[in-house]
């Protein structure tokens, strides 16, 4: 079982960059594809993007398509998303979560959540 916990959330003005973290506490991490999602206030939680079992394939939704980069260290059990030319658009909680599906673009592919981490981008 992954328990999983995100970090790095924050405030940042438009054009800035931000790194939020998650790292898994159980010892099955590179059984798992990571997703990252985010859900804006008044609006469904969205697919961001995801990354294979060994980081050799990343996905991404078009928005974050050349702005988001997910990698991931499996040695630390930590998958990270590097936010990039944020915009105020890009406002949401963050959460990561583990699949045994890749590239699991809908939230039903994944059995563990993290519990978010609030990025806020300012224009």
């Known amino acids: 079982q992954e328990q999983l916990v995100e970090s790095g959330g924050g405030l940042r003005q438009a054009g800035g960059s931000l790194r939020v973290s998650c790292a898994a506490s159980?010892?099955?991490?590179?059984?798992?594809?990571m997703g990252w999602f985010r859900q804006a206030p008044g609006k469904e939680r969205e697919f961001v993007g995801s990354i294979g079992r060994f980081g050799s394939s990343t996905y991404y939704e078009d928005s974050v398509k050349g702005r988001f980069t997910i990698s991931r260290d499996n040695d630390k059990n930590i998958v990270y998303l590097q936010m990039n030319s944020l915009k105020p658009e890009d406002t949401a909680v963050y959460y990561c979560?583990?699949?045994?599906?890749?590239?699991?673009?809908?939230?039903?592919?994944?059995?563990?959540w993290g519990q978010g981490t609030q990025v806020t981008v300012s224009s």
């Open positions: 979560a583990a699949s045994t599906h890749y590239p699991a673009l809908h939230s039903y592919y994944y059995d563990y």
């Open positions: 159980g010892r099955t991490f590179s059984n798992y594809a």
